[in-house]
C-alpha cells in the first residue's frame, strides 16, 4: 500500500556522486562552450579555441582545457619535433553529442533570440 508524504514529512534528496560530478563540470563556466566548439570543428589548437570563445580569458581557458584533460573529456596531442599543439575530444568526450544536441534543441525552444 502507498502512503502519500505529509507536508510535515522530510525528503531525502540524495544526488549520487557520478550525477553530481557530471553537473559539476558539464555546469562549470566555459566547459560546455569548449565541448561544443571541440564537438563541431574536431581538433584545435588553442588560439582557434580561444577565437571562438571570445569572452573566456586565456589563463581561464588553460585551467579549463587542463580540468576537461584531468576528467578524460579531451586530450592535448604534443607533436615531435613541433610546437604544434592541439585539443581533441576523447571518445568519453565524444559521447558527449547527443547530450550537447538535446541542450542546443532545449535553449533553442525556450531561450530563442534573434542571433546565436
Known sequence: ???NLSIKDPVNYYLCPRFEKT???LGKKWNGLIIDVL???GSLRFREIAR???KCSDRVLVERLRELEEDGVLIR????DSSLIEYSLTKQGEELAPIMK???D???K???VNKC
Not at 596531442?77 to 615531435?80: A, V
Open 1 to 3: 500500500m502507498r502512503t
Open 23 to 25: 553537473f559539476s563540470f
Open 39 to 41: 564537438l563541431q570543428e
Open 52 to 54: 571562438q570563445i571570445p
Open 77 to 80: 596531442n604534443d607533436y615531435e
Open 102 to 104: 538535446q541542450l542546443h
Open 106 to 108: 532545449w535553449s533553442e
Open 110 to 112: 525556450w531561450y530563442p
